[in-house]
């Protein structure tokens, strides 16, 4: 049985790809105040170490940092799972079920993001996750 993937799929994994680069963006630019108060906010940010319990001391940068990244790993993750089950030619079966669980983790990421994080970075992961919702209901194995 030969198995036809959907373009949609091929599409997500592209605006996966997309969203970790531009989020890792973010990596190569330090903010910047505009003003004295923001100017004083950052270097708190930044420079104010905070006990953490268990000999750890971290700055909200520093967490701030963690999150992100762990922002651009998640896409880079789906994307080169969902790259790697298309080259190995994977049943459609258990590449839908792994898309499926992407787009309910995805949409877990969009909510969050489009609550507490700003309009980017929920706009990047309301697409993956709409590319990647139109895929599982568009995989069907050729007969």
């Known amino acids: 049985m030969k198995n036809k993937i959907s373009s949609w799929l091929k599409v997500a994994i592209g605006f996966q790809f997309l969203t970790a680069a531009v989020h890792s963006l973010s990596f190569i630019r330090s903010p910047q105040g505009q003003n004295d108060t923001e100017k004083q906010m ?4 930044y420079n104010h170490k905070m006990d953490m319990g268990a000999g750890f001391h ?14 651009t790993l998640i896409f880079l993750l789906g994307a ?9 030619h994977a049943p459609v079966d258990l590449i839908k079920g792994i898309v499926g669980i992407q ?8 909510l969050s993001a489009l609550f507490l994080a700003f309009l980017p970075p929920a706009a990047f992961t309301g697409v993956v996750f709409l590319f990647l919702s139109i895929s599982y209901f568009r995989l069907k194995p050729v007969i």
């Not at 950052?42 to 940010?45: A, D, Q, R, S």
């Not at 787009?103 to 969009?110: G, P, Q, R």
Request: some cysteine.
């Open 42 to 45: 950052i270097n708190l940010m």
């Open 58 to 71: 971290r700055s909200m940068g520093q967490l701030f940092m963690s999150v992100s990244l762990c922002f």
């Open 80 to 88: 080169i799972i969902n790259l790697y089950l298309i080259r190995a």
């Open 103 to 110: 787009a309910l983790i995805f949409a877990a990421v969009f």
